[in-house]
């Protein structure tokens, strides 16, 4: 299984980012993916999800900013990240539980700053 993120960078508060996460060595499109982040000095959270079927879910935070999709074609997920906050600023990593085991990509860092 290797995860690969990408699309972090430097932003404005209010500004958008679209972060991707191209997957290998799993049947992507009929796994649960998640987005998680870890700010400096915290524990790493779950941002959100997307099941097979393409039910979504939301921490409460990025709720109406955020979406999360993915190309079960391109073995892409993605997470468009609207309305950026100071607060959004973290490493971002990709994630799937396959077979009982977790496997993160190698993080895309995201500063939201002026």
């Known amino acids: 299984v290797q995860l690969q993120a990408s699309g972090g960078g430097l932003v404005q508060p209010g500004g958008s980012l679209r972060l991707s996460c191209s997957a290998s060595g799993f049947n992507f499109k009929l796994n649960t993916m998640t987005w998680y982040r870890q700010a400096p000095g915290n524990q790493r959270e779950l941002v959100a999800f997307?099941?097979?079927?393409?039910?979504?879910n939301y921490t409460d935070d990025v709720k109406g900013r955020f979406t999360i999709s993915r190309d079960n074609v391109r073995r892409t997920l993605y997470l468009q990240m609207n309305a950026l906050k100071p607060d959004d600023t973290a490493v971002y990593y990709c994630?799937?539980?396959?077979?009982?085991?977790?496997?993160w990509g190698q993080g895309t860092e995201v500063t939201v700053s002026s």
């Open positions: 994630n799937i539980n396959y077979r009982s085991r977790n496997y």
């Open positions: 997307i099941t097979s079927a393409g039910t979504t």
